[in-house]
């Protein structure tokens, strides 16, 4: 019982963090304020995940002009991001980690004209085969911690 509790109180923060973001995004129209979105991988047990995210080394020289936003690859919504908005994946090994994932973020690409990798790298699991390839210029600035080949 309390595991269904814990995953509907879960289901309902995200449920309104999506609405919030909706009304956020709605204020950001009607005020013609600069958005960024923040793409990295939540993940608690990965220190790479958790500290590499470059909204935690710019935050603080964001002005008040601009909305963040902040996303999870898990939970992505592309629906808030638009043409103009400036979309920074990373850090993490992002690319190739899954076809999901490279699904994603090639989506983010065809809706944002302004997409940067920084710090992030490319992932590779033994017995994954990956099909879905990403055309790495099509990023605005591709910034890569490491590659893996073969």
């Known amino acids: 019982m309390k595991k ?26 009607l005020s013609k304020r600069k958005v960024i979105h923040f793409v990295n991988n939540f993940n608690s047990s990965n220190a790479g995940d ?22 999870d690859m898990y939970r992505l919504k592309l629906f808030n991001i638009f043409r103009n908005d400036i979309v920074i994946l ?9 076809d999901g994932w490279n699904r994603k973020i090639n989506s983010i690409l065809d809706k944002s004209e302004n997409v940067i990798y920084w710090g992030g790298g490319f992932n590779r699991h033994t017995g994954r ?22």
């Open 50 to 71: 958790n500290n590499s995210s470059p909204v935690l080394y710019i935050q603080n020289l964001l002005s008040k002009n601009i909305v963040v936003f902040r996303h």
């Open 4 to 29: 269904f509790i814990n995953r509907a109180k879960n289901r309902l923060f995200f449920e309104c963090a999506e609405i919030w973001m909706f009304l956020l995004r709605t204020l950001c129209k």
């Open 129 to 150: 085969k990956i099909t879905e390839q990403i055309d790495i210029s099509r990023f605005l600035l591709f910034g890569v911690r490491d590659k893996i080949d073969g």
């Open 90 to 98: 990373g850090g993490g090994g992002l690319i190739d980690c899954m």
